[in-house]
């Protein structure tokens, strides 16, 4: 994975009531169908695998975050390998066919052209700034308070926007500080071509990510890649509490338990790598996993309800109460992508599809370097 994951050079809930309300009601839902939940306290007394199919309604198209209200789309466009010289004009058509949210991040190399992208619809009168839900993250070299604040503000002028929807902490891993004049994006590694990591605790971090939302640069701030435990132990000093928890989600990693700890606690959930394996091949990094557009099971939902096997895969995510942020540089693809709001999937079809889980993760730091194992 180590050779063409660096080559390819990067890392890589609805109307509230409000969301601690009603989002924690959906998703629990969705985990013990037959419960009815008067108060989490019936939780451990509750069966513990989730199959419902009765968490999303099909009309809805956006999530609400707790602390702001802000309306986060269910479907994003994910910005990770769409190529820089295609990236403006990707970002563009992607809006015009619909697309509300954007899904970039330091590491990807394209911010700069994607705010292109983002300007000119502006500029044509296409959508306004406050039509498109932006998210960006911060990334692992950047992790010291001051290099956070200042490498937000140096993505914010890439963008040639004045605020992110949404800013989150790419990995909760921090790497020595790279001077962005030397080299950017950074990538995992420093000029010997070894990872080194820093001693920055997350804290630290998170007060910078803190005063980018007091300063107005982000309205919404969040993780990624974090599991449960260091969940936790932001939110026991977060003035700020995260809004949006990005993770690896697909049918060979259901994450079910990680997914019912952020709906407690209020916190969205965006699902990335929907389509598994399909992303990873091209890094050579699918780790021989097996494809999920052309599982039998996938294909035969596909076939019965008239729809893509990627459209079955996003619309499994969707349902669980997840955000998605599908990938794809091939704009055909990018339109049905986003057409997964408006069907629904049996509770026996989200069963099956579940039921595939073999707890595969594809993006794991540990592939790089055995010291950074997060999901150990
Ligand atoms: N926070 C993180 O650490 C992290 C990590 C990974 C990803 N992400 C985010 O999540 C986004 C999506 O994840 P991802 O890029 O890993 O992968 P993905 O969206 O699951 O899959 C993308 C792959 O599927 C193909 N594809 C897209 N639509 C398709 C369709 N309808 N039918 C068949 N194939 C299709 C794409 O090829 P074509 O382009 O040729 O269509 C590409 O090879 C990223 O772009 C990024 O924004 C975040």
């Known amino acids: 994975m180590f050779g063409n994951y660096k080559k390819a050079g990067r890392g890589d809930?609805?109307?509230?009531?409000?969301?601690?309300?009603?989002r924690v009601r959906g998703v629990l839902q969705f985990l013990f169908p037959k419960a009815h939940h008067s108060g989490l306290e019936e939780l451990s007394t509750l069966p513990t695998f989730p199959h419902t199919a009765s968490t999303v309604t099909m009309s809805e198209t956006?999530?609400?975050?707790?602390?702001?209200?802000?309306?986060?789309?269910?479907?994003?466009?994910?910005?990770?390998?769409?190529?820089?010289?295609?990236?403006?004009?990707?970002?563009?058509?992607?809006?015009?066919?619909?697309?509300?949210?954007?899904?970039?991040?330091?590491?990807?190399?394209?911010?700069?052209?994607?705010?292109?992208?983002?300007?000119?619809?502006?500029?044509?009168?296409?959508v306004k700034r406050e039509d498109v839900f932006v998210t960006s993250k911060l990334w692992n070299t950047f992790h010291a308070h001051d290099h956070a604040k200042a490498l937000a503000k140096h993505q914010l002028q890439?963008?040639?926007?004045?605020?992110?929807?949404?800013?989150?902490?790419?990995?909760?891993?921090?790497?020595?500080?790279?001077?962005?004049?030397h080299r950017y994006p950074p990538e995992w590694w420093g000029d010997d071509g070894k990872v080194h990591l820093a001693k920055v605790p997350l804290q630290e971090t998170w007060t910078a990510m803190e005063e980018l939302v007091d300063e107005g640069l982000a309205k919404n701030i969040g993780l990624s890649n974090t599991q449960g435990s260091l969940l936790l132990d932001v939110l026991r000093y977060a003035r700020i509490e995260p809004q949006v928890l990005q993770v690896e989600i697909h049918p060979y990693l259901t994450q079910e338990a990680l997914v019912k700890l952020a709906a407690i606690h209020g916190i969205a959930v965006t699902g990335y790598s929907s389509f598994g394996p399909q992303s990873y091949v091209e890094l050579g990094a699918h780790k021989g996993a097996s494809s999920l557009l052309e599982h039998d099971s996938i294909a035969q939902i596909a076939s019965k309800n008239n729809k893509t096997p990627a459209q079955i895969l996003l619309r499994w995510a969707v349902q669980r109460g997840l955000a998605v942020v599908p990938k794809s540089n091939n704009h055909e693809r990018?339109?049905?992508?986003?057409?997964?709001?408006?069907?629904?999937?049996?509770?026996?079809?989200?069963?099956?599809?579940?039921?595939?889980?073999?707890n595969l993760r594809l993006n794991d730091p540990v592939?790089?370097?055995?010291?950074?194992?997060?999901?150990?």
């Open 367 to 376: 592939d790089l370097d055995p010291r950074m194992d997060i999901f150990a």
């Open 62 to 126: 956006t999530i609400t975050l707790k602390r702001t209200g802000d309306k986060m789309p269910v479907v994003g466009f994910g910005l990770w390998k769409v190529t820089k010289a295609t990236c403006a004009d990707t970002v563009y058509n992607a809006i015009k066919a619909g697309y509300r949210l954007l899904d970039g991040a330091g590491d990807y190399g394209n911010e700069k052209e994607a705010g292109e992208g983002l300007r000119r619809a502006i500029a044509d009168g296409i």
């Open 158 to 181: 890439l963008w040639g926007i004045d605020y992110f929807d949404l800013f989150l902490v790419h990995f909760p891993i921090s790497l020595e500080y790279v001077d962005p004049s």
């Open 13 to 22: 809930f609805m109307n509230v009531m409000c969301y601690s309300e009603q």
């Open 334 to 358: 990018l339109v049905s992508n986003l057409q997964v709001t408006s069907f629904s999937l049996s509770e026996d079809e989200i069963k099956a599809i579940s039921a595939l889980n073999i």
